[in-house]
């Protein structure tokens, strides 16, 4: 199965240096008939450290013996032992698996069960966990791609995509390992621009197609004319990664799971909303991280509880919001948190980044969208097609595959 973007998101931070060994790592509790609940995640390793810390307090002040692993391949994993009565009770993801599984029927409405009132979250993260009536899980932070830069290289970070390029032409020098922007070529890292002038990957109220529209590929042909001469010519995620990382780029585009790549270098690193191109703005797909509630939940009411005990102390605990922004610049979605004006400055930088965004589709028709549009414009940058034709190939191949 191929690694989608939000495999991406979720495990990319840890995986160009820690090697996966096997599908799962318990990392708390015991998984098994001894455990009173099993929560699985896929976290990267600063997460999971936080994850497995928070867990074992809660095991330890609520003698209970709540397990947590760490599933390599999640969403294989979900997909087919929930429906075979296996797997766990809850799960976190990203919001956009919301309405596939729940139409599956592998998720548990628990809207008469939770004792958690939803306007303690922002709109966009209650509104996340919902579907049909349903609340199929809680919140936990809010996610996009963002502006991040080196301090010793940039002063201020631009507001123009005209500002960015004069700095990036200071430094771009691809003979001498030197470049002007780290920038992963994926499409939800992408979606921005795509985004930027009134184009839009798929339009899930109407159940539409955009990829073709002419404001989608003047954003896709935005990024081939304005941003992939400054940057390395492999274009996937670890060696633009390493790019920045290593020291050799000012700018990077990338999420705040990329922070803890960075940390500890011998150079400062802030976040900050991207730069408006002329005539557009920048629209990133956002998404909101969240505990699901399994259909497990449905076959044991003692589980369910334990479960369900946990997630809403976890979604709802300040402490634990605080100690994720601080250490993961994780976007709080608890507006007692989330309102605060001493978050950490790269926290209000991606705040602001998701200001600018919009939130991931969630409907299985986009599932079907994000790996013919990557290829296609991959093709266009190689020079194998032209962008135009390329992405209407690419729309033949998602209509087909959505019936």
Known sequence: MRMDRRTLLQGMAGASTLGIAGC??????SSGPN???????ARAEGPKAEFEENLETY???????????HIADLESKVTSNIPA??????????HDWVVKFHQRGDLSDQSDQVDVDLGQFTDAAANAVQTDGALVGLPVNAETVGLVYNKDMVDEPPETIEEMQSIMDEYHDPDNNQYGLSYPVDGYFISAWAHAFGGYYYDQENDELGITNDETIEGFQFILDELIPYMPSDYEYDPQAAAFADGNAPFAINGPWF???VAGNDYDVGAAPLPSPEGGEPKPFTGIKMWYFTARMDDDEERAEAARNFVEWYATNEDIATQRAEEQAAIP???SVADRDDLPENVRGYAAAVEQGQRM???PHMDKVWEPTENAFKSAING???LEPALENAAETIRDDWE
Not at 24 to 29: K, T
Not at 35 to 41: E, F, K, V, Y
């Open 85 to 94: 009565g296996d797997g766990p009770e809850a799960y976190q993801w990203a």
């Open 384 to 386: 194998e097609q032209e």
């Open 35 to 41: 455990d009173d609940a099993t929560l699985w995640h």
């Open 59 to 69: 095991n330890e002040e609520n003698d209970v013996n709540i397990s947590g692993s």
């Open 333 to 335: 979605v608890l507006k």
């Open 361 to 363: 589709p969630n409907h």
């Open 259 to 261: 922070l803890g790549t």
């Open 24 to 29: 799962m790592d318990v990392i708390s509790g």
